[in-house]
């Protein structure tokens, strides 16, 4: 078992390398944002350095819905790639917002050591840290990505937090977003709001010339966003957040992503 003080230490050193050790961002792409009752919705969910073109398929992990009437269901058909998941699922006879979700996707462990002042990274268990060498972060990955779609007039039963990992919890309707407004919203660990928390927020560009914008965003001391929308777009607003695993896990710390996928209109 971890001594608490070594817990306590990777925690406060690991921040800034597990940003940079991840090349990868977890996304859900559905296939509309509007949809209509008891059609089929389809979502793209991968790992990727460029938004949204996938680069690695999510993975096998429990994608679900969550109705406007607050019930929970499964995606039926799930097909993995290698470079994408894509799964579909016929919608109920409800209107309202849907909250489509990938499931948390346990991923890779990653080490991180320093050594003769140079920094080296593993994320083969069997590789063996130097002895006199000062481990930085030892954590596995935890992905999770959402994204909400609505049939009719947006409702917020879906919004409603889980209350468990890491989310963001909207404020805002994720589904009624227009230019010259703003994205309120609050990020959450296991349903308390995360204070001074950093929150990246990519615009696509949509094609395959062109690069991702970026916004780099704090939480304030409840928690909260408030996201300026200046351009209309799809944008993907991105939180990495760490925390002790629990017994037995892989790796002592997780090292939580998620993603949520939204729509900016014109006005």
Same mark, same amino acid.
């Given at each position: 078992?971890? *001594?608490?003080?070594?817990? *306590?230490?990777?925690?406060?050193?690991?921040?800034?390398?597990?940003?940079?050790?991840? $090349?990868?961002?977890?996304?859900?792409?559905?296939?509309?944002?509007?949809?209509?009752?008891?059609?089929?919705?389809?979502? /793209?969910?991968?790992?990727?350095?460029?938004?949204?073109?996938?680069?690695?398929?999510?993975?096998?992990?429990?994608?679900?819905?969550?109705?406007?009437?607050?019930?929970?269901?499964?995606?039926? /058909?799930?097909?993995?790639?290698?470079?994408?998941?894509?799964?579909?699922?016929?919608?109920?006879?409800?209107?309202?917002?849907?909250?489509?979700?990938?499931?948390?996707?346990?991923? #890779?462990?990653? *080490?991180?050591?320093? *050594?003769?002042?140079?920094?080296?990274?593993?994320?083969?268990?069997?590789?063996?840290?130097?002895?006199?060498?000062?481990?930085?972060?030892?954590?596995?990955?935890?992905?999770?990505?959402? $994204?909400?779609?609505?049939?009719?007039?947006?409702?917020?039963?879906?919004? #409603?937090?889980?209350?468990?990992?890491?989310?963001?919890?909207?404020?805002?309707?994720?589904?009624?977003?227009?230019?010259?407004?703003?994205?309120?919203?609050?990020?959450?660990?296991?349903?308390?709001? !995360?204070?001074?928390?950093?929150?990246?927020?990519?615009?696509?560009?949509?094609?395959? =010339?062109?690069?991702?914008?970026?916004?780099?965003?704090?939480? /304030?001391?409840?928690?909260?966003?408030? !996201?300026?929308?200046?351009?209309?777009? !799809?944008?993907?607003?991105?939180?990495?957040?760490?925390?002790?695993?629990?017994?037995? =896990?892989?790796?002592?710390?997780?090292?939580?992503?998620?993603?949520?996928?939204?729509?900016?209109?014109?006005?």
């Amino acid at each position: 078992m971890m *001594r608490p003080l070594l817990l *306590r230490a990777l925690v406060a050193t690991s921040s800034f390398v597990m940003l940079t050790a991840h $090349a990868h961002t977890p996304y859900l792409l559905p296939s509309s944002f509007d949809v209509q009752p008891k059609e089929t919705i389809g979502v /793209d969910a991968g790992f990727t350095e460029k938004f949204f073109v996938p680069a690695v398929a999510f993975g096998e992990t429990a994608f679900s819905i969550i109705t406007p009437e607050g019930a929970r269901i499964a995606f039926g /058909d799930i097909h993995q790639f290698k470079q994408r998941t894509i799964a579909e699922q016929i919608l109920p006879d409800e209107k309202g917002t849907y909250r489509l979700s990938t499931g948390p996707r346990l991923g #890779a462990v990653f *080490r991180t050591w320093e *050594r003769n002042g140079k920094t080296e990274s593993a994320r083969d268990p069997k590789q063996v840290i130097p002895a006199d060498a000062r481990l930085l972060s030892h954590y596995q990955s935890l992905s999770v990505a959402e $994204a909400y779609v609505t049939a009719g007039k947006p409702s917020t039963k879906a919004l #409603a937090p889980v209350g468990k990992g890491l989310e963001i919890v909207a404020i805002t309707h994720p589904g009624d977003l227009y230019v010259n407004e703003k994205f309120d919203f609050v990020v959450h660990y296991d349903g308390k709001p !995360l204070p001074k928390q950093k929150v990246s927020v990519y615009r696509s560009a949509m094609d395959l =010339a062109s690069q991702s914008t970026v916004q780099h965003l704090s939480t /304030d001391a409840d928690g909260k966003v408030a !996201l300026p929308l200046t351009k209309s777009g !799809l944008y993907l607003a991105l939180v990495r957040y760490q925390s002790p695993a629990p017994a037995g =896990a892989a790796a002592p710390m997780y090292g939580n992503n998620y993603t949520l996928t939204f729509r900016v209109l014109d006005q």
